[in-house]
T-cell receptor
Framework: LAKTTQPISMDSYEGQEVNITCSHN???????ITWYQQFPSQGPRFIIQ???TKVTNEVASLFIPADRKSSTLSLPRVSLSDTAVYYC??????????FGKGTRLSVIA | DTEVTQTPKHLVMGMTNKKSLKCEQHMGHRAMYWYKQKAKKPPELMFVYSYEKLSINESVPSRFSPECPNSSLLNLHLHALQPEDSALYLC??????????????FGSGTRLTVV
């Protein structure tokens, strides 16, 4: 699996847009980029997945530049309930999810 | 049904006890996983079952014994655990393939305390 690098933590005020960038320099051609969210004492929850360009769903957007060596998860207008750990994962084929350290997002009122 | 159900939610066991964790899904997923998560750490992969067969064992000590009786059920049998095994144990499932390109559904976990 490609190694990923994310900021350890981020702080944001309520109502702001939050962008979390993930670096994955050795991403392979067949790899997808997937983001999960985890609240304390709960299992991770799938947020969004993409291969290239931009993907948007009701929760977030995922921006992937042409070289695919990084990706940015964008959370619009965060609220206190978005306080969680966000994991970026990269891989494909027959390799299971292996989590990196993730980004601890704290949303402040 | 779009959930992975884990029981029990909390478990306290002595180092000489034998207990089992249970995980169930009815989404027709054919890959199931056990992860272990210590406080403020990311989940660590323990076991992977694909089509009811153990396909990956991440060098987990033998005091942890997984079992997949059918495509909907995954068990983790515990015996002679150590206090450092205390953690949140997470079960997950995904459709036939086990790669990250396929969204995993996680349960809420079993909080295990070994005394």
């Amino acid at each position: 699996l490609a190694k990923t690098t994310q900021p350890i933590s981020m702080d944001s005020y309520e109502g702001q847009e939050v962008n979390i960038t993930c670096s994955h320099n050795n991403i392979a051609t067949n790899d997808y980029i997937t983001w999960y969210q985890q609240f304390p004492s709960q299992g991770p929850r799938f947020i969004i997945q993409g291969y290239k360009t931009k993907v948007t769903n009701e929760v977030a957007s995922l921006f992937i530049p042409a070289d695919r060596k990084s990706s940015t998860l964008s959370l619009p207008r965060v609220s206190l309930s978005d306080t969680a750990v966000y994991y970026c994962l990269v891989g494909s084929g027959n390799t299971p999810l292996v989590f990196g350290k993730g980004t601890r997002l704290s949303v402040i009122a | 049904d779009t959930e992975v159900t884990q029981t029990p939610k909390h478990l306290v066991m002595g180092m000489t006890n034998k207990k089992s964790l249970k995980c169930e899904q009815h989404m027709g997923h054919r890959a199931m996983y056990w992860y272990k998560q210590k406080a403020k750490k990311p989940p660590e992969l323990m076991f992977v079952y694909s089509y009811e067969k153990l396909s990956i064992n991440e060098s987990v000590p033998s005091r942890f014994s997984p079992e997949c009786p059918n495509s909907s059920l995954l068990n983790l049998h515990l015996h002679a655990l150590q206090p450092e095994d205390s953690a949140l144990y997470l079960c997950a499932s995904s459709q036939g393939q086990i790669g990250p390109g396929y969204g995993y559904t996680f349960g809420s976990g079993t909080r295990l305390t070994v005394v």
